[in-house]
Structure formats: structure tokens, C-alpha cells
């Protein structure tokens, strides 16, 4: 079945360096991809997504591209700050149903 | 900004009890869901619920599981017998129009079992 794999947590860098988060999946047909973050005593948030080969998701300095041809939507962040500490979630969905497949999450944390 | 509710944050109970989660969707929202997550595994999905009906169950949502729309605000889960292996976080979330990027998540119950 369709499946999403994560790097392992948890992360820690320090504030201003560059994140990239590792994230592969494995789908039939073509899964829409998608980022969500949850911050400490919250639900899980929608960060980023993308819904077709190539396509580029981007929020809050956030990025990841849909790469068809290696399986993978790394997420990336050019210069980290102590706020962005939180749970990331790689998930996917198939776009026959509506439920949504996860990752097992990757925590981050990000010193000052 | 609206936001999906879960109570309580934390439950503890024993092997065999019954215990209910309570999630209060988002008032306009007609799509309800809920995934788990047992510790250091992935967030999976459990149910989805629309029209007061269940429309999709995993094949982790057996008979000892239950949900409810008891009202116009609440969202319940139940699970009947608890087990060990229910340990878990649990999520609900809702949507307005059914599309998975659209789902609001509640903050989750933590659900531990003795």
C-alpha cells in the first residue's frame, strides 16, 4: 500500500543553519505531497504541499519539490530559526479518498 | 482563527475499560476524521465520518471501536475494551469540503493504557 518514509528524529541544529528534512514515498498513481508541522500543545498544521511531479511547495521559508523520479519531497529551510522547533510530518494522499497517509514525524530543534 | 478541540489532553485508564474522546470539529465543517499515533510509530488513519455515517474505516477500526456525532458540535470516539496496544495519541480533525489538504487537527488526546 502506499507508504511515506522520514528521517528519523530528533534534529538539532543551531539558529541560522540550513534544514533538510528527508522524506520518500511510495504511491500507485499520482499522490498529492504535503508538509505539516505541529508546535508544542497543538494539532498538526498544514506547513506545505504539492499535487503533481515538479511542482515546488513554499510557506514561511519552507520548501519542498515533488521529485517523480527519485520517490522524494525533501523539506528544506535556508537559515532555521528557535521558533520553527516543532514535529514535521511528510504525508501523502492518493486522490481517491481523502484520508491521509503519514510519516512517523521528525522532531526538530533549533538552539539559539 | 477556528480551531478543532480535543478533550482531554491526557487519559489514563485500565485494560478493559471504556473510554471516550471528545473532539469539537469546527462549527461549519461536515467532514469529520480521526488518526492515531502509538509512540514512535506513523500517524494513521482511523475513520472518516460524513452525513452521519461512517464513509471510510481502517482496518485498525474494529468493533471495539465506535464514533458519534451525539450533537451538533461534538465528535466522539469509543473505544469499547482498551487493550494495551491503544496506547496512543489520537487525532480528530474536520474539514468543510472533504479535500485531505483541507483538514483542521485538534491538538490530540494522549490515551494511555495500564
Known amino acids: 500500500g502506499d507508504s511515506v518514509t522520514q528521517m528519523e528524529g530528533p534534529v538539532t541544529l543551531s539558529e541560522e543553519a540550513f534544514l533538510t528534512i528527508n522524506c520518500t514515498y511510495t504511491a500507485t498513481g499520482y499522490p498529492s505531497l504535503f508538509w505539516y508541522v505541529q508546535y508544542p500543545g497543538e494539532g498538526l498544521q498544514l506547513l506545505l504541499k504539492?499535487?503533481?511531479?515538479?511542482d515546488k511547495g513554499s510557506n514561511k521559508g519552507f520548501e519542498a519539490t515533488y521529485r517523480k523520479e527519485t520517490t522524494s519531497f525533501h523539506l528544506e529551510k535556508g537559515s532555521v530559526q528557535v521558533s520553527d522547533s516543532a514535529v514535521y510530518f511528510c504525508a501523502l494522499t492518493s486522490n481517491r479518498d481523502d484520508k491521509i497517509i503519514f510519516g512517523k514525524g521528525t522532531r526538530l530543534h533549533i538552539l539559539p | 482563527e477556528p480551531e478543532v478541540t480535543q478533550t482531554p489532553s491526557h487519559q489514563v485508564t485500565q485494560m478493559g475499560q471504556e473510554v471516550i474522546l471528545r473532539c469539537v470539529p469546527i462549527?461549519?465543517?461536515?467532514?469529520f476524521y480521526w488518526y492515531r499515533q502509538i509512540l514512535g510509530q506513523k500517524v494513521e488513519f482511523l475513520v472518516s465520518f460524513y452525513n452521519n455515517e461512517i464513509s471510510e474505516k481502517s482496518e485498525i477500526f474494529d468493533d471495539q471501536f465506535s464514533v458519534e456525532r451525539p450533537d451538533g458540535s461534538n465528535f466522539t470516539l469509543k473505544i469499547r475494551s482498551t487493550k494495551l496496544e491503544d496506547s496512543a495519541m489520537y487525532f480528530c480533525?474536520?474539514?468543510?469540503?472533504?479535500?485531505?489538504?483541507?483538514?483542521?487537527f485538534g491538538p490530540g488526546t494522549r490515551l494511555l493504557v495500564l
Open positions: 504539492a499535487t503533481k511531479a515538479d
Open positions: 480533525a474536520s474539514s468543510n469540503i472533504g479535500r485531505p489538504e483541507t483538514q483542521y
Open positions: 462549527s461549519n465543517h461536515l467532514y
